[in-house]
């Protein structure tokens, strides 16, 4: 999620500053720098984006504030979120909290579901299937890591195929919490008892029943693993 320029702490002097915090960002959403990866050094963003040095810096160190970038020493500068919201809610996410990220996930995905439900495409089923898949792949394979980002995945799909933008946004934010919640529940080894199918919740989708679909996606919610 990408709040306006002006929830990002700018120079007073800041115009110039405001538009190259702009340009970084678009870079950053656009998938050009990901996240985890390193952006381009000082002079050659100087270079790639027509203004000084100066102006440069401020605008990196104001997303470093934001908790978008990380300055590392000796190595660079690099992307740890895509969005303002992320850290914070990382920063938030304690042991004793899991119950509220998963009430707040229920809240996201039961409506993430129900939209999917009305609005998915066959762009859309085809991802969720090949989500799926992947999902199965990663639990046959035994690694607690793989699966959980599979997991991931495929209720980011199931979020994409409701076409909300600002719910798809919203969600994004609290993709470290979701990805915790699994993670805690799954434990250091995928025990047989932990699984949860989730054929059914597509198979929901892809045949347009919004309240099955709701249904289902508030039941995993509901189960042991929480996955």
Not at 45 to 71: I, M, Q, W, Y
Not at 109 to 133: F, I, K, M, N, Y
Request: proline share 5%; charged share 25%; glycine share 8%.
């Amino acid at each position: 999620m990408t709040p306006p320029v002006d929830s990002v702490v700018v120079p007073p002097r800041g115009h110039r500053v405001r538009q190259t915090i702009e340009q970084l960002r678009a870079r950053i959403l656009g998938g050009e720098w990901p996240v985890g990866g390193r952006i381009p050094t000082e002079p050659q963003l100087v270079a790639a984006l027509g203004v000084g040095r100066n102006t440069v810096r401020e605008a990196v160190r104001a997303l470093v504030h934001a908790g978008v970038l990380e300055c590392r020493q000796g190595s660079g500068t690099y992307v740890v979120s895509t969005d303002e919201l992320a850290p914070v809610v990382a920063r938030r996410l304690t042991d004793d909290r899991m119950a509220e990220v998963i009430e707040v996930r229920r809240a996201f995905e039961v409506e993430a579901a129900r939209l999917a439900a009305l609005r998915r495409t066959p762009a859309d089923l085809a991802a969720l299937d090949g989500a799926l898949a992947a999902r199965e792949a990663a639990w046959r394979s035994g690694r607690v890591d793989d699966f959980v980002e599979a997991d991931a995945a495929l209720h980011t799909a199931v979020v994409a195929a409701a076409h909300n933008a600002m719910l798809a946004e919203l969600y994004a934010s609290v993709g470290v919490a979701l990805r915790s919640t699994v993670a805690q529940a799954m434990g250091d080894a995928l025990e047989p008892e932990r699984y949860v199918d989730h054929g059914r919740l597509v198979e929901a989708i892809r045949a347009g029943d919004p309240t099955r679909a709701a249904i289902e996606a508030g039941a995993f919610l509901e189960a042991p693993s929480g996955a």
